[in-house]
């Protein structure tokens, strides 16, 4: 079979707000794909570094070939799938998504990443906090300005799917998302969408019996 009608295989994990950015990019544009969990904490990933050097999730094998960093997948899936627009036409919008998504997932994402967050020790709660906190303090003011009913204007763009995981992160560590009007209103309209409901990590393949609602 040839490979672009094979469906795509998400190599992921239930929590990681990576593989869910992917996981809502895939069900905004209607792909239908297959999932392969990958627990790093459990095995250490020594398999999943054939898949992933960096042993990071997700991987996705699409169209025979493999590839990894959600915001290059969603990007690839934007550009050879039919579906709704990810990133939009107008040159102005694309920047400020491209700015948003990469505020969250090069600014904030990282810093409290596992691989990050086990060096840390018995602060790693704290050290979370202050870099979600100092990423938000960016994102509320910038989101103010490009905003309407998403993130930028009136369209689900990149920037939602980053949006939503990473205040699921920041409500796991304790971050007060009140602080952050328009990223509150922001993530409550996202999640009323089917696409962010039926990829929460509530409810996935791999998501624990005492995790799953």
């Known amino acids: 079979m040839h490979a672009s009608l094979l469906k795509p295989v998400l190599h992921g994990y239930f929590r990681s707000s990576c593989s869910w950015r992917v996981r809502i990019a895939f069900a905004l544009k209607g792909i239908e794909y297959d999932q392969v969990a990958v627990n790093l ?7 999943y570094k054939k898949l992933n050097p960096m042993q990071q999730v997700p991987s996705v094998e699409i169209d025979g070939i493999t590839l990894s960093q959600s915001l290059a997948v969603i990007q690839y899936i ?3 799938r039919p ?6 036409a107008d040159p102005k919008k694309r920047a400020q998504v491209r700015m948003i998504s990469d505020l969250i997932a090069s600014g904030i994402q990282p ?3 596992l691989h990050v967050i086990q060096k840390i020790g018995a602060e790693k709660a704290q050290w979370a906090q202050h870099f979600i906190e100092r990423g938000f303090q960016a994102l509320e003011p910038i989101l103010k300005q490009t905003a ?12 939602d799917i ?8 920041a409500e796991r560590f304790k971050v007060d998302v009140e602080q952050y009007p328009t990223i509150k209103r922001l ?3 996202l999640l009323e969408i089917e696409a962010f409901k039926v990829t929460n990590p509530s409810c996935q393949p791999d998501t624990p019996a005492d995790l799953r609602s």
């Open 41 to 47: 904490i459990k095995d250490g990933g020594q398999q």
């Open 162 to 169: 980053c949006l939503v995981p990473q205040v699921y992160n």
């Open 78 to 80: 934007d550009e050879t």
């Open 148 to 159: 309407g009913k998403y993130c930028v204007g009136d369209e689900i763009s990149m920037a």
């Open 187 to 189: 993530n409550q309209t």
């Open 111 to 113: 810093l409290q990443n």
């Open 83 to 88: 579906g709704p627009l990810l990133l939009p």
